[in-house]
């Protein structure tokens, strides 16, 4: 008898089970599909959408040498000329010490939404110090984090890493604008983050589903949380203030094992286990509740993403996937902390991780407006660059 995908789908609809033959991404993800020689559909969209933007070659450095001349420029006479905002985890850290061997001259960003590992904060205070950076920390404002993280609970949606990426983003963007400092510098890369279902989650920087979402199950008012705006997320904050956000890590040979070597060595940083675990609510939320309650495990996407950028085989990945998400001891351990933190009972927090799941469709949403908005886009940006105008820095 075929193996059925032990997974929720948003149609309630059973599939037969299938894992790609070249990468690990299978039919947990309810809009993958396969071509005749068993190749996924994130496989082929890497070789499409990804790899001719992905640039760790000489010619991918030369245009970057480029944009680094541009913004030492802008930064001339300026205490900074850029932001960058440090978690602790792999990609910012490392592509903090590289901002320095490059000469740039940031302004380091924390965003604490209550949620660092002692860890993270470790690895953050041996960074800045080792290169002499000024950090800025942000802390959001707990009651408020914690009044929207359980109003996130009590939606039963997949991503409940919403109100803390938003939050992330939200308040160092804010920054930026109000430093005034044009660039950001992100560890955002093609590199170890190039697969992501979004069959498992969401947008996170929809400001209109988060308010929906605490208008419908919120208690208090929502104040003081960092929100941004699909205006000026998209229009205000990039083409008026002309806000540019830098991915270097696109642009070199970027290895997540050669980074982790480089910053142990040289920075007395500290590894933590998993992609993004660094904060304990992701730790829980990808350990457990997505895989409870989903039947999702993004360790397969951001295997998958290792696999397709040649920094692990597909043979290594399927070991990987056969360890445990996570130990008895780190659950009961995680369990406790979020529920005490949260003001709850593990009771409580069980509770909500055996109820049905619901998908983000069934609150309001701006994604019919974006994709209206970026097609129109399209057409403006196509019309300009016929007649002259409007063309991209």
Known sequence: MALITDAWMPDGRKRPYRMCVRCVMDTTDPHISFDEAGVCSHCRNFETDFRPHWKPTLEGWAEFESKLAEIKAYGKG?????????????????????????GL???????????????????????????????????VDWEAMKELQLAFLRSDVA????????????????YAIKADIRYVINGTNFATESILPQGWGYDAMDARHIVAIHKQFGKKPLRNFPLISLFNYYFYFPKIRRMEI???????????????????????????????????????????????????????????????TDQMTREEALAELEKPLVTDNELAEDKAFIAKKLGITEAELDEFIHRPPRHYKDYPTNERQLKWALRAYAVVSRAGRLIGIGKPR
């Open 159 to 174: 991503n409940q890493d919403i109100p803390q990426d938003h939050a992330f983003f939200a308040a160092l963007y804010n």
């Open 78 to 102: 300026k205490e900074y000329d850029c932001i960058i905002g440090l978690s602790g985890g792999v990609d910012s850290s490392y592509l903090a010490t590289k901002a320095v061997e490059w």
């Open 246 to 308: 830098v991915s270097p890590l696109n642009f070199i040979p970027y290895s997540k094992q050669e980074a982790i070597y480089h910053l142990e060595k040289g920075y007395g940083w500290r590894y933590y286990g998993g992609k993004h675990y660094e904060s304990r609510w992701t730790r829980f939320y990808q350990s457990y509740y997505l895989p409870q309650k989903f039947g999702y495990d993004k360790r397969k996407a951001h295997l998958a993403s290792l696999i397709v």
């Open 105 to 139: 001259r940031p302004l380091v960003v924390h965003v604490d939404a209550g949620w660092n590992s002692e860890l993270a904060v470790k690895n953050i205070e041996q960074i800045v110090t080792k290169l002499g950076l000024d950090l800025v920390t942000h802390v």
